[in-house]
């Protein structure tokens, strides 16, 4: 009870106080002391002022930061997204081409076929080769013929497994290929690989007239390799006078090291 007395006098002195203060100042009784605690009080008012505007700017640049770096996280996501999305479809487009140059050819030549995806290249570091996602199950032979686009051959089968496949590059110094020049004598030879570097045609007779750019086909005079798959152009021509021989260089129209995708004509010593 005592308690409750003394709040309630405290309560009343306060009300009075401040009723007392407020007619002061409307009378301008306390102006100079209120000047002076204004004056007193400035500096900390400034300095609180600052503070305030400082924590302010700190949060709000630091609620920006959290907010771009989530809109750039999100930004990165749908370019990745849309990246992904552009070579999915690159791809497609480019196996569709290599699809239909397989099918018109193979419509004017009514070979047995089988499309590989190369996997990778050979492991053995001597051996120019690739690695084709095709073996025994789908009919894969050793000798049999590996082409790209229209007929281009780039190499043979020279290892074959129940899933997958070794092609031979025609580069390899391992290669070497029954073919024809089709020049006016339609001279015949093997093209032979050089290290993975190019390759060479040698021991064509002298007489024989061979220019650059003529044409290189195989020639159908080996086993599993039809005639008229293109092997490449004669790049050079190395012909001394007083030699009884000359060779020459080839180049193929395309990179041996850049296909994706290959065919494997499935022919049989029966049906060359």
């Excluded at 000047?35 to 630091?62: D, G, H, K, Q």
């Excluded at 390799?225 to 190395?238: A, H, I, Q, S």
């Amino acid at each position: 009870m005592l308690f409750l007395g003394r709040t309630i006098k405290i309560t009343i002195w306060t009300v009075v106080i401040i009723f007392l203060l407020f007619f002061l100042h409307y009378l301008r009784v306390t102006i100079f002391f209120e000047n002076i605690i204004i004056v007193l009080t400035n500096p900390i008012l400034r300095t609180m002022n600052s503070a305030s505007v400082a924590i302010s700017e700190s949060y709000f640049n630091w609620q920006n930061r959290q907010e771009l770096a989530a809109e750039n996280k999100i930004l990165k996501d749908q370019l990745s997204t849309v990246i992904s999305e552009q070579a999915r479809c690159k791809l497609v487009e480019e196996e569709n081409e290599f699809l239909q140059k397989q099918l018109k050819y193979n419509k004017s030549k009514k070979y047995e076929i089988e499309i590989a995806a190369v996997i990778g290249k050979s492991g053995d570091s001597a051996l120019n080769a690739l690695i084709l996602d095709k073996g025994e199950k789908e009919g894969i032979e050793i000798g049999q013929p590996v082409i790209v686009g229209e007929g281009i051959l780039i190499g043979k089968i020279f290892k074959v497994n129940k899933k997958n496949s070794i092609a031979l590059l025609l580069n390899d110094d391992l290669s070497k290929i029954a073919v024809t020049v089709l020049n006016s004598i339609k001279t015949i030879g093997l093209v032979e690989g050089e290290y993975g570097l190019g390759m060479k045609m040698r021991l064509i007779p002298a007489a024989e007239v061979i220019k650059e750019d003529d044409l290189i086909i195989t020639s159908g005079l080996e086993k599993k390799l039809p005639r008229g798959l293109t092997v490449g152009l004669v790049k050079n021509v190395k012909k001394a006078p007083e030699e009884l021989f000359q060779e020459i260089t080839i180049d193929s129209t395309i990179s041996f090291e850049k296909q994706s995708l290959v065919t494997v004509i499935k022919t049989h010593e029966d049906n060359n």
